[in-house]
C-alpha cells in the first residue's frame, strides 16, 4: 500500500506535484528534526541538531537548538518561539539578561521599513524554521525533476531536485514579518555576489502528497546544509508562549551592533 501511494506522488508532473506538497504541508501541523551540517556560526562542529513542532497555519513554532561548547562557551539547549510578527529566543544562558528574564523578544523587522540592526538576525533563525522554505517552494518553485524513489525508516518517498526564484517567491507569497525579511535578505546574499535569485533543494514528497523531508542551503545565514525531516502530520500544537515577566524585549537590553548576532544572541552573551 505505501508503494502505492509514493507512485501516486511521482506520477504527476514534477513542478505540480512539489508546489502541491508544499501547499498540502503549509495546511497541516508537524514535527520536525533538523540538521545544520558544515555551519559556521558556532565555531568547528561537524553537525547540530535540532527539534521541533510546528502549527503552519497559524506561523505557530516551538524549536530546540543543540550548541556544542566552543572555548570557554559551554554546550546548552537554545529554545525558539515563532509567529508571524515576532520570535522569542530562550538563550544557552541567561546571565547576561535582567534579573528574571528568560527570553529575549524581538520582532525581526523587515529592513525596507527602516529596521534595526535585528534585521541581520531573521535569516539565521528562520532558516532553522521549515516555514521559510515550504512557503518559498510553494510560492516560487520555477522547475523540478524526478531524482528517484528513495526508502527511508520504511517509508517510501520521491525525491525531486528543485529550482526555487527567491524573487517570485517574494513577490507571490503572503508570508509577512521575519518570514519575509528571511527572504529579502537571501535575495540581497545572491545578488551581492551576481548570483541571481534561484536557490537548488532537495525534497522528498511521502505517499500522502506532504514535503516530508527537505536538504538546501540559505545564502548569507552560514547555516551550512540544512537537513529538515517533517512527520506526525496533523498532532495537536496548543499555543503557549513565553510569560511577558520573564520576557525582554531586544530594544531594551541597549546592546551594541556588534554583539546583535545569531550565535551571541542564542548563546545569551
Given at each position: 500500500?505505501?508503494?502505492?501511494?509514493?507512485?501516486?506522488?511521482?506520477?504527476?508532473?514534477?513542478?505540480?506535484?512539489?508546489?502541491?506538497?508544499?501547499?498540502?504541508?503549509?495546511?497541516?501541523?508537524?514535527?520536525?528534526?533538523?540538521?545544520?551540517?558544515?555551519?559556521?556560526?558556532?565555531?568547528?562542529?561537524?553537525?547540530?541538531?535540532?527539534?521541533?513542532?510546528?502549527?503552519?497555519?497559524?506561523?505557530?513554532?516551538?524549536?530546540?537548538?543543540?550548541?556544542?561548547?566552543?572555548?570557554?562557551?559551554?554546550?546548552?539547549?537554545?529554545?525558539?518561539?515563532?509567529?508571524?510578527?515576532?520570535?522569542?529566543?530562550?538563550?544557552?544562558?541567561?546571565?547576561?539578561?535582567?534579573?528574571?528574564?528568560?527570553?529575549?523578544?524581538?520582532r525581526l523587522t523587515d529592513p525596507q521599513s527602516g529596521g534595526?540592526?535585528?534585521?541581520?538576525?531573521?535569516?539565521?533563525?528562520?532558516?532553522?524554521?521549515?516555514?521559510?522554505?515550504?512557503?518559498?517552494?510553494?510560492?516560487?518553485?520555477?522547475a523540478a525533476s524526478r531524482s528517484g524513489n528513495r526508502v527511508?525508516?520504511?517509508?517510501?518517498?520521491?525525491?525531486?531536485?528543485?529550482?526555487?526564484?527567491?524573487?517570485?517567491?517574494?513577490?507571490?507569497?503572503?508570508?509577512?514579518?521575519?518570514?519575509?525579511?528571511?527572504?529579502?535578505?537571501?535575495?540581497?546574499?545572491?545578488?551581492?555576489?551576481?548570483?541571481?535569485?534561484?536557490?537548488?533543494?532537495?525534497?522528498?514528497?511521502?505517499?500522502?502528497?506532504?514535503?516530508?523531508?527537505?536538504?538546501?542551503?540559505?545564502?548569507?545565514?552560514?547555516?551550512?546544509?540544512?537537513?529538515?525531516?517533517?512527520?506526525?502530520?496533523?498532532?495537536?500544537?496548543?499555543?503557549?508562549?513565553?510569560?511577558?515577566?520573564?520576557?525582554?524585549?531586544?530594544?531594551?537590553?541597549?546592546?551594541?551592533?556588534?554583539?546583535?548576532?545569531p550565535d551571541r544572541l542564542l548563546r545569551g552573551e
Amino acid at each position: 500500500m505505501l508503494l502505492a501511494l509514493a507512485g501516486c506522488a511521482g506520477s504527476a508532473d514534477p513542478l505540480q506535484a512539489v508546489r502541491s506538497a508544499a501547499t498540502n504541508t503549509l495546511a497541516l501541523t508537524a514535527q520536525s528534526t533538523l540538521a545544520l551540517k558544515g555551519a559556521q556560526l558556532f565555531g568547528e562542529t561537524p553537525t547540530i541538531v535540532g527539534r521541533g513542532e510546528f502549527s503552519f497555519p497559524k506561523g505557530l513554532g516551538y524549536e530546540g537548538l543543540q550548541l556544542p561548547s566552543h572555548g570557554r562557551r559551554a554546550a546548552g539547549t537554545a529554545y525558539l518561539v515563532f509567529l508571524p510578527a515576532r520570535v522569542w529566543i530562550r538563550p544557552v544562558s541567561s546571565a547576561a539578561l535582567p534579573t528574571g528574564d528568560l527570553w529575549i523578544s524581538t520582532r525581526l523587522t523587515d529592513p525596507q521599513s527602516g529596521g534595526a540592526p535585528t534585521q541581520a538576525v531573521a535569516l539565521v533563525l528562520e532558516g532553522t524554521n521549515p516555514q521559510l522554505l515550504l512557503e518559498e517552494i510553494a510560492t516560487g518553485a520555477t522547475a523540478a525533476s524526478r531524482s528517484g524513489n528513495r526508502v527511508v525508516d520504511h517509508v517510501p518517498y520521491t525525491e525531486y531536485s528543485v529550482s526555487v526564484d527567491l524573487a517570485k517567491a517574494l513577490a507571490a507569497t503572503s508570508a509577512t514579518g521575519p518570514l519575509r525579511t528571511a527572504m529579502r535578505q537571501q535575495l540581497a546574499a545572491l545578488r551581492a555576489v551576481g548570483a541571481g535569485s534561484r536557490i537548488r533543494v532537495v525534497a522528498r514528497v511521502d505517499g500522502a502528497e506532504r514535503l516530508a523531508q527537505l536538504q538546501f542551503s540559505l545564502p548569507g545565514s552560514k547555516l551550512g546544509t540544512i537537513q529538515i525531516g517533517l512527520w506526525k502530520f496533523g498532532s495537536a500544537i496548543p499555543l503557549s508562549l513565553p510569560l511577558p515577566a520573564q520576557t525582554v524585549e531586544i530594544a531594551s537590553l541597549r546592546l551594541a551592533p556588534g554583539a546583535v548576532t545569531p550565535d551571541r544572541l542564542l548563546r545569551g552573551e
